[in-house]
């Protein structure tokens, strides 16, 4: 008897962020599988897919809003039923890592809790992880299966490209550790746009009595008289955002525009943004942004063209990384 070989297709969604996982579907002219997701009264997860995935290349797409661990438990379970329904290939599209900024040990006695999480979706049966713009590359070094790092960075540039005239730029990295962040984001404006940006980092300290403290002393970097852009991975409290922003108007800069990848805003994120001398701040949607935290400053970039791109470069055996130009090495 002879088998022919054939691949098929089929993308899932956990209940965080189902709209993104219906764009990405459209985007590949197809409609998301049919999965019942249920909630026993003890708040236990319940998972059954609707049809046949024998056989099947299946993306679990799944993001990281509030309550985080109880949407991680979701994917994780979503990846269990379908290893043990016999899917050929499972991939965790997570567009943002959770417990990323737990990477390393900082003080005694501290959690890897990043590489917990890297150990909890091996141990569910995923066989290839999906993530953009990574809070730190060493994640990638977490797992023993295929890790396919996106990055946002071409689309953001992108739109400040079309829409900012200044003659003369600054990519602010708003700590030591994002220039080399701030760097590729000059080096996309300079060959892809032509033009000549400047790059500068804000001086931070973060209190150790505290979580989501931080305190921005000084600019390093020339921003007298010019437009700045703020870049970031992802925007949590805002707090380090606007006092940076604070330090550059100091500094002499006539405007500030922020970027970021994740949309986290925790409270008070969206008041301290509205009430900031910031411009604008252009993100995307790896997270859900509720209604009620939409602001007039604040710019959505749908990332689901781009990881629909990534699903069937993936499904085809494709690279990854020309699609972003080598741009999505952390």
Same mark, same amino acid.
């Given at each position: 008897? #002879?088998?022919?070989?054939?691949?098929?297709?089929? =993308?899932?969604?956990?209940?965080?962020?189902?709209?993104?996982?219906?764009?990405?579907?459209?985007? %590949?002219?197809?409609?998301?599988?049919?999965?019942?997701?249920?909630?026993?009264?003890?708040?236990?997860?319940?998972?059954?897919?609707?049809?046949? +995935?024998?056989? %099947? *290349?299946?993306?679990?797409?799944?993001?990281?809003?509030?309550?985080?661990?109880?949407?991680?438990?979701?994917?994780?379970?979503?990846? *269990?039923?379908?290893?043990?329904?016999?899917? /050929?290939?499972?991939?965790?599209?997570?567009?943002?890592?959770?417990?990323?900024?737990?990477? /390393?040990?900082?003080?005694?006695?501290?959690?890897?809790? $990043?590489?917990?999480? $890297?150990?909890?979706?091996?141990?569910?049966?995923?066989?290839?992880?999906?993530?953009?713009?990574?809070?730190?590359? #060493?994640?990638?070094?977490?797992?023993?299966?295929?890790?396919?790092?996106?990055?946002?960075?071409?689309?953001? $540039?992108?739109?400040?490209?079309?829409?900012?005239? $200044?003659?003369?730029? +600054?990519?602010?990295?708003?700590?030591?550790?994002?220039?080399?962040?701030?760097?590729?984001?000059?080096?996309?404006?300079?060959?892809?746009?032509?033009?000549?940006? #400047?790059?500068?980092?804000?001086?931070? /300290?973060?209190?150790?009595?505290?979580?989501?403290?931080?305190?921005?002393?000084?600019?390093?970097?020339?921003? @007298?008289?010019?437009?700045?852009?703020? &870049?970031?991975?992802?925007?949590?409290?805002?707090?380090?955002?606007?006092?940076?922003?604070?330090?550059?108007? @100091?500094?002499?800069?006539?405007?500030?525009?922020?970027?970021?990848?994740?949309? &986290?805003?925790?409270? !008070?994120?969206?008041?301290?943004?509205?009430?900031?001398?910031?411009? @604008?701040?252009?993100?995307?949607?790896? %997270?859900?942004? !509720?209604?009620?935290?939409?602001?007039? /400053? %604040?710019?959505?970039?749908?990332?689901? !063209?781009? =990881?629909? #791109?990534?699903?069937?470069?993936?499904?085809?055996?494709?690279? &990854?990384?020309?699609?972003?130009?080598?741009?999505?090495?952390?």
């Amino acid at each position: 008897m #002879q088998v022919p070989t054939y691949k098929r297709l089929m =993308i899932f969604s956990g209940l965080a962020n189902r709209p993104l996982a219906e764009e990405v579907a459209a985007h %590949l002219g197809m409609k998301l599988g049919e999965v019942e997701i249920s909630t026993f009264a003890n708040s236990e997860t319940y998972v059954r897919f609707a049809e046949s +995935v024998r056989g %099947l *290349d299946a993306f679990v797409i799944q993001s990281f809003c509030e309550p985080v661990d109880h949407h991680l438990m979701q994917q994780l379970v979503m990846i *269990d039923a379908l290893k043990r329904a016999s899917a /050929k290939r499972i991939t965790a599209v997570s567009p943002f890592y959770p417990y990323s900024r737990q990477d /390393k040990k900082t003080l005694g006695r501290e959690p890897v809790t $990043a590489k917990l999480i $890297a150990d909890f979706y091996e141990a569910a049966g995923a066989d290839r992880v999906l993530s953009v713009d990574l809070h730190t590359g #060493q994640i990638q070094g977490f797992f023993n299966v295929p890790f396919d790092h996106l990055t946002a960075l071409p689309m953001l $540039a992108d739109y400040f490209a079309d829409n900012l005239d $200044a003659e003369e730029l +600054v990519i602010v990295s708003p700590d030591a550790g994002r220039v080399r962040l701030a760097e590729k984001w000059a080096q996309h404006m300079s060959d892809f746009h032509a033009r000549n940006c #400047q790059v500068a980092f804000l001086h931070k /300290k973060r209190r150790s009595d505290a979580r989501n403290v931080s305190e921005t002393r000084a600019v390093v970097g020339d921003v @007298e008289g010019k437009v700045c852009i703020v &870049v970031d991975d992802m925007i949590d409290t805002a707090g380090t955002l606007v006092n940076g922003c604070e330090t550059l108007l @100091e500094g002499g800069a006539t405007e500030v525009h922020a970027a970021a990848t994740h949309a &986290v805003l925790s409270d !008070p994120a969206t008041d301290r943004i509205k009430n900031s001398a910031l411009q @604008e701040v252009v993100v995307t949607n790896t %997270l859900p942004i !509720p209604s009620e935290k939409e602001l007039d /400053k %604040l710019v959505i970039l749908s990332i689901a !063209p781009t =990881i629909a #791109q990534t699903i069937k470069a993936v499904f085809e055996e494709e690279s &990854v990384s020309e699609l972003f130009h080598g741009e999505n090495q952390p």
